[in-house]
């Protein structure tokens, strides 16, 4: 199987603050990767697909929660690149399906419910015997999608930027995606996490776990910021929800609340307190998860 890499363009947004500060800021478009395997997810995905298929695997099994873009996406790639796959979802079923699990099923992926207790203990053994009796034998991808294969596909996000810059930022959630990203520098600048949840310190285990894989967890250009949480993850509130709504006028590019919008607003307050140096280069790296924001309206918690 061969997977090629999407081009995804690179974007100065221009600001008042920006000039100010004397700071350039780029965005780098993984939301543009595809329109349903997207962002981060292409390339966490992409060597985990191609492992499983030289495998010898016709399935391809994987947890999240009920409105995950790992789900979303993992069930469009399986469609795409001709792997069964079966989505194991935190909590119980509750019809009519969220746009996320709708648009799952639709490109044919299994859905399978565990109780919110048994989820805790998801990689158990006997949970995954029991999973293995039901479906036969599969191909596992951890929730989220972070594994070693992962962070190789991400670590390609670097070599496709054509300029020089001094920070790369990004969203965290389980941190594989950042730690792809410090793969791929490999120290020639800084990497810049923004945890999306409450509590972020795990990330650092984490990342140094996944860079160990490569030999590179002493690595030292990298931190997580972990200001921008707004109460937690999937959490959000209307200054973030307004915060998001003022970029896309002034940006015309669309972000949401729960990864995206919270790693620009970071980015923005770091600018403002003087965080990155006059002359700075800064990439921010849009992961993408814009299918989202149909959850976010599906719940009522925006409605635009
Ligand atoms: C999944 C996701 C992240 C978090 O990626 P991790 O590798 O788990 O840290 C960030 N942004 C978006 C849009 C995502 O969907």
């Known amino acids: ?38 962002g981060n997810k292409f390339y ?28 979303h996406a993992t069930a469009a790639a399986g469609k795409k690149y001709g792997i069964k796959t079966i989505g194991v979802i935190r909590g119980e079923e509750h019809l009519p399906l969220n746009p996320t699990l709708n648009s799952a099923q639709e490109n044919g992926m299994t859905l399978e419910y565990l109780d919110r207790k048994s ?12 999973l293995k009796e039901k479906f ?22 670097i070599p496709a930027i054509n300029t020089q810059f001094n920070f790369i930022c990004s969203a965290c959630g389980t941190g594989g995606t950042l730690a792809g990203l410090i793969l791929g520098l490999d120290s020639k600048s800084f990497a810049l996490g923004f945890s999306a949840l409450k509590g972020g310190n ?6 140094k776990k996944l860079l160990s894989e490569y030999q590179k967890e002493n690595l030292t250009n990298w931190q997580i910021n972990l200001d921008y949480h707004f109460g937690g993850y999937a959490k959000v509130n209307n200054e973030l929800i307004e915060f998001c ?12 609340p729960i990864y995206t919008g919270k790693m620009f607003y ?14 700075s280069s800064i990439i921010a790296v849009h992961t993408g998860g814009l299918q989202g924001l149909n959850g976010l309206k599906f719940r009522k918690l925006i409605n635009k």
Not at 5 to 33: A, G, H, M, W, Y
Not at 44 to 71: D, P, Q, R, V, W
Not at 202 to 207: C, K, P, V
Not at 245 to 256: G, L, T
Request: hydrophobic share 35%; net charge negative.
């Open 1 to 38: 199987m061969i997977i090629e890499n999407p081009t995804t363009p690179l974007t100065e947004i221009f600001d008042p603050l920006f000039s100010e500060k004397q700071i350039k800021v780029f965005i780098k478009r993984e939301d543009l990767t595809d329109d349903f395997i997207s």
């Open 44 to 71: 966490k995905l992409k060597y985990n697909l191609i492992e499983a298929e030289k495998l010898g695997y016709k399935t391809l099994l994987t947890f999240g929660g009920a409105f995950s873009n790992h789900i």
């Open 119 to 130: 989820y805790r203990n998801k990689y158990d053994e006997t949970l995954i015997k029991k």
């Open 136 to 157: 036969g034998n599969f191909y596992l991808v951890p929730e989220g999608g972070s594994n070693e294969l992962a962070i190789k596909g991400v670590a390609e996000i």
């Open 202 to 207: 795990f990330l650092y285990q984490n990342i």
């Open 245 to 256: 709504n003022e970029f896309y006028i002034k940006h015309k590019i669309e972000i949401e």
């Open 266 to 279: 970071g980015i923005y307050e770091l600018i403002k307190n003087d965080f990155f140096p006059k002359h």
